[in-house]
């Protein structure tokens, strides 16, 4: 996979593009697809470190990429870090945004074997919480709004 987003971004930088971002994988321990088995509670090491091989390989290629251009055209966008740090910081930090619970989603199957968005016989197979705009995730997988607006706090205060 690494290897072919590698001739991509050099495909890419054929066409001209002059700079050219690359998003790592954010921490996919704290997804609540991963975190649900402990209760929302905490992020899973294994699922974790999957993410950060990806991004060790990830950015040897980047840096190769760059070595072979005599210039930066490459940058990674350290989505890692933004998640970790907009996950840690909105309990911390005045001004950040509050998550209740960060780990939880805001949509969640009422049975397993359903996901956010499922219905049977028209009848919904999933519950949304009362405020959306409280949670770091929409469903098991995609941050909400807010989630997305903490990312990219966390992006732009750590350039």
């Known amino acids: 996979m690494i290897k072919q987003l590698g001739l991509n971004l050099q495909r890419i930088q054929g066409l001209g593009v002059r700079k050219i971002a690359v998003m790592n994988r954010q921490p996919l321990g704290c997804l609540p697809s991963e975190t649900i088995s402990d209760l929302y509670k905490n992020c899973s090491t294994s699922g974790n470190s999957v993410a950060l091989?990806?991004?060790?390989?990830l950015?040897?290629?980047?840096?190769?990429?760059?070595?072979?251009?005599?210039?930066?055209?490459?940058?990674?966008?350290?989505?890692?870090?933004?998640?970790?740090?907009?996950?840690?910081?909105?309990a911390?930090?005045?001004?950040t945004l509050k998550f209740k619970d960060p780990l939880r989603p805001c949509c969640e199957a009422v049975s397993t074997?359903?996901?956010?968005?499922?219905?049977?016989?028209?009848k919904r197979m999933y519950v949304v919480c009362n405020n959306p705009?409280?949670?770091?995730?929409?469903?098991?997988?995609h941050p909400s709004q807010a989630g997305w607006r903490a990312i990219y706090l966390a992006l732009c205060c750590s350039m």
């Open 53 to 57: 091989f990806h991004n060790q390989v």
């Open 59 to 90: 950015e040897k290629t980047v840096e190769k990429l760059n070595n072979k251009s005599n210039e930066s055209v490459f940058v990674i966008l350290n989505m890692y870090k933004a998640f970790l740090s907009a996950l840690k910081k909105q």
């Open 92 to 95: 911390s930090q005045p001004g």
């Open 113 to 122: 074997g359903y996901k956010c968005g499922n219905s049977e016989h028209g």
């Open 133 to 141: 705009n409280s949670t770091f995730f929409w469903d098991d997988v």
